[in-house]
C-alpha cells in the first residue's frame, strides 16, 4: 500500500472550515484513500473515502487530486468536538482489509 | 456508536498472566480486525478473521491468538503477558472482505490492557 504523508498538526478555529492535506505521490490506480480520525483513544471513526471524484457525505468532503497524488479533508464548520487525530489511509482494491495507521494530523479546534 | 462492542472496557493484570479480550462486530457484519495501539507504536494490525477462519495476519506475536466463533463474535488471547503489552486494543469489523474488496472498517471502543 501507498504511503501518506500528513502534517503532524494543525489548527483552526472553531465555526471555520478545517482542511487537512495528505499527500500520496505513490497511489496506485486501485488503491483508495480513506480517512478516519480518533478522538483521545476512543475507537477509531471513519469518515470517508474516495478514489478519483470528489465525495461528500453529512461528515466531510474529500477533494482528490486529478493526479490522485494528493487529497484533502475538509471540515466544513469545525466544531470543538471535532478535535482529534486525523488519519489518511491509503488502501489497495484488493488488499485484505488490513490499514495502515501512519502518525496522522492532530487537529485542534479553538473557541 | 459504530454497533462495534468490546469487553472489558479495562483490565489490569500482573506479568506473566493470561487474558481474553472479546469483541462482537456489527449486525451483519462476517470480518473481524484486532489491532494494537501503544504509545510508541501507534495503531498497528494484528489478525484479520472472516466468517470464523484466520484471513491475514499482521505483527501478532506468537504469545497472542485469535478466533472468530459461529455466532461471529471473536476473542483475543493474550498470554505471558508483559509490561510492553500494556496497550489500547481495537476491534473492528466489515461486511465482507472474503472477495478482497475494499471494505470500510468500523471500529468498537477498545480494551485498555494494564499489565504491571
Known amino acids: 500500500d501507498a504511503k501518506t504523508t500528513q502534517p503532524p498538526s494543525m489548527d483552526c478555529a472553531e465555526g471555520r472550515a478545517a482542511n487537512l492535506p495528505c499527500n500520496h505521490s505513490t497511489i496506485s490506480g486501485n488503491e483508495y484513500v480513506y480517512w478516519y480520525r480518533q478522538i483521545h483513544s476512543q475507537g477509531p471513526q471513519y469518515i470517508i473515502h474516495g478514489l478519483k471524484n470528489n465525495e461528500t457525505n453529512e461528515m466531510a468532503s474529500l477533494i482528490i487530486t486529478e493526479d490522485r497524488k494528493s487529497s484533502t479533508l475538509i471540515l466544513p464548520h469545525a466544531t470543538l468536538r471535532d478535535t482529534a487525530v486525523y488519519y489518511c489511509?491509503?488502501?489497495?482494491?484488493?488488499?485484505?482489509?488490513?490499514?495502515?495507521f501512519g502518525r496522522g494530523t492532530q487537529l485542534t479546534v479553538w473557541p | 456508536d459504530s454497533g462495534v462492542t468490546q469487553t472489558p472496557k479495562h483490565l489490569i493484570t500482573a506479568t506473566g498472566q493470561r487474558v481474553t479480550l472479546r469483541c462482537s462486530p456489527r449486525s451483519g457484519d462476517l470480518s473481524v480486525y484486532w489491532y494494537q495501539q501503544s504509545l510508541d507504536q501507534g495503531l498497528q494490525f494484528l489478525i484479520q478473521y472472516y466468517n470464523g477462519e484466520e484471513r491475514a495476519k499482521g505483527n501478532i506475536l506468537e504469545r497472542f491468538s485469535a478466533q472468530q466463533f459461529p455466532d461471529l463474535h471473536s476473542e483475543l488471547n493474550l498470554s505471558s503477558l508483559e509490561l510492553g503489552d500494556s496497550a489500547l486494543y481495537f476491534c473492528?469489523?466489515?461486511?465482507?472482505?472474503?472477495?478482497?474488496?475494499?471494505?470500510?472498517?468500523?471500529f468498537g471502543p477498545g480494551t485498555r490492557l494494564l499489565v504491571l
Open positions: 473492528a469489523s466489515s461486511v465482507d472482505a472474503s472477495s478482497g474488496a475494499q471494505e470500510t472498517q468500523y
Open positions: 489511509i491509503v488502501m489497495r482494491g484488493s488488499t485484505l482489509g488490513r490499514l495502515y
